[in-house]
């Protein structure tokens, strides 16, 4: 029902910065909790950011704490992750994920909460 793309992913050097977006199609993504989890090369997924529908509230992993923000403009129903400082251990796929929820504060940190997923895009941070 809500299709999502990802975008904004690259090469990039230690130190360096990112913006991903994420960009949904089918329904709008005002009442959805979104979520940023990346997956690096023969390790499980893990969680990064999330955000309530409202944009009141988010939450990060704290490997990414600081460094990363997530946003969002329901109005161009597109979802963001600015990415600063970036380490090459921040090297994965990252993936949006979407999540409808009734409550506007509400948001999801695991994997298995989230019912919509996007094909992901990859980061690459060299050393």
């Known amino acids: 029902q809500v299709r999502l793309v990802e975008s904004g992913g690259g090469l990039v050097q230690d130190g360096g910065s990112l913006r991903l977006s994420c960009a949904a199609s089918?329904?709008?993504?005002?009442?959805?909790?979104m979520g940023w989890f990346r997956q690096a090369p023969g390790k499980e997924r893990e969680f990064v950011a999330t955000?309530?529908?409202?944009?009141?509230?988010?939450y990060y992993a704290d490997s990414v704490k600081g460094r990363f923000t997530i946003s969002r403009d329901n109005a161009k129903n597109t979802v963001y992750l600015q990415m600063n400082s970036l380490k090459p251990e921040d090297t994965a796929v990252y993936y949006c994920?979407?999540?409808?929820?009734?409550?506007?504060?509400?948001?999801?940190?695991?994997?298995?909460?989230?019912?919509?997923w996007g094909q992901g895009t990859q980061v690459t941070v060299s050393s």
């Open positions: 089918g329904r709008t993504i005002s009442t959805y909790a």
């Open positions: 955000i309530s529908w409202s944009g009141r509230s988010t």
């Open positions: 994920a979407a999540e409808y929820t009734l409550i506007s504060n509400r948001y999801y940190y695991s994997a298995g909460e989230y019912d919509y």
